[in-house]
């Protein structure tokens, strides 16, 4: 019965029947905010290309953290500045490293806050890459023990969860015995699944200091054409026992999500990353969007396309929009 029985625009007619009949729902509960700690005390260093966010001494994350979640931000993700870098990474698995101070104070402050840590090297080493190098390749199999090591001196800093996202074959599996042979066996791992060697990261290799210094990432990280391959790493890391995986980054890899949404049932995440934030603020400051709509439109598209949690520096604009 098409046309004119049949008629689209009558559950659109009034804003009640809109809210009625709306397929998809952004709650706050599904957004999980990015964090950058730096060392020392009552340190902030906003991020000039990502206008909002910062670098921040643990004290002030604590304090950014507060107003978080008093907005209703229940979620956090850590990235870590550290004060040295050298050609292993070392501080990225140093139990007094800057990541597990950062959590420590999280917890002790606000015990209830979903703390995850960000695993990885490439903040760590100083030739910026995400493992060790073999002359100039990234060796995966050495890597493996030091990403380890590293999610484990994040577990036993009291993270609530630790979130690969070097992209080396067989860490998740390397991650998930560490923790279990230490007693951590209740801490998930959020696995960075199907990450791709993307330009959308430019952003946040800023505000992470860990642009590779030589080459690029794309002997590790995917081919931005390869659909196909993302849904076998994303069913490696389920077997290797992920307990939630991620696409990343987020707008142009929509069917990425769809795919992986109709081929798993474990949680999927996706990352909304710098260079998708920085695009809107950007656009947003010389007046051409509307930013405020613009940001709904996209987080409400990651929840139509299948994604059930989304990393977003967007979550204080959500919490303030979805009041
Ligand atoms: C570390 C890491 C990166 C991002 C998250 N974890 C950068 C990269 O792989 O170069 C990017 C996040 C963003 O752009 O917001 N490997």
């Given at each position: 019965m098409p046309f004119p029985a049949e008629r689209m625009r009558r559950l659109r007619r009034t804003p009640g029947l809109r809210r009625l009949t709306q397929e998809t729902r952004l709650t706050l509960d599904a957004l999980i905010e990015p964090h950058f700690v730096c060392p020392g005390t009552n340190i902030r260093r906003e991020v000039s290309s990502m206008p909002g966010c910062a670098q921040l001494s643990a004290d002030l994350l604590v304090e950014e953290c507060k107003r978080s979640y008093d907005l209703g931000i229940r979620s956090i993700i850590l990235f870590g500045i550290p004060a040295h870098k050298d050609a292993v990474g070392s501080e990225g698995y140093s139990t007094q490293g800057v990541v597990p101070r950062g959590i420590a104070a999280l917890k002790e402050s606000l015990p209830d806050l979903v703390v995850w840590a960000d695993v990885c090297m490439c903040e760590y080493t100083d030739h910026g890459h995400c493992g060790v190098l073999d002359d100039h390749e990234v060796d995966n199999d050495a890597t493996l023990p030091l990403l380890a090591k590293e999610a484990l001196a994040y577990a036993q800093a009291g993270a609530d969860g630790v979130a690969p996202s070097?992209?080396?074959?067989?860490r998740v599996a390397a991650i998930r015995a560490a923790l279990d042979d230490s007693g951590f066996t209740h801490v998930p791992i959020m696995s960075y699944a199907a990450k791709f060697a993307s330009a959308f990261y430019g952003p946040f290799r800023e505000a992470a200091e860990?642009?590779?210094?030589?080459?690029?990432?794309r002997g590790y990280q995917m081919d931005p054409a390869n659909a196909r391959e993302a849904m076998r790493e994303i069913a490696l890391d389920i077997q290797e026992g992920a307990d939630i995986v991620m696409v990343k980054p987020g707008l142009p890899y929509l069917d990425i999500i769809r795919r992986a949404r109709e081929r798993f049932d474990l949680p999927i995440a996706t990352y909304n990353v710098s260079g998708e934030y920085a695009m809107v603020k950007a656009a947003a400051h010389n007046g051409w969007i509307d930013e405020d709509r613009i940001i709904l439109e996209i987080l409400t598209a990651f929840k139509r396309a299948g994604a059930d949690l989304v990393l977003t520096y967007f979550a204080r604009d959500a919490a303030r929009l979805l009041r």
């Open positions: 070097d992209m080396m074959d067989g860990s642009t590779p210094r030589f080459g690029d990432r």
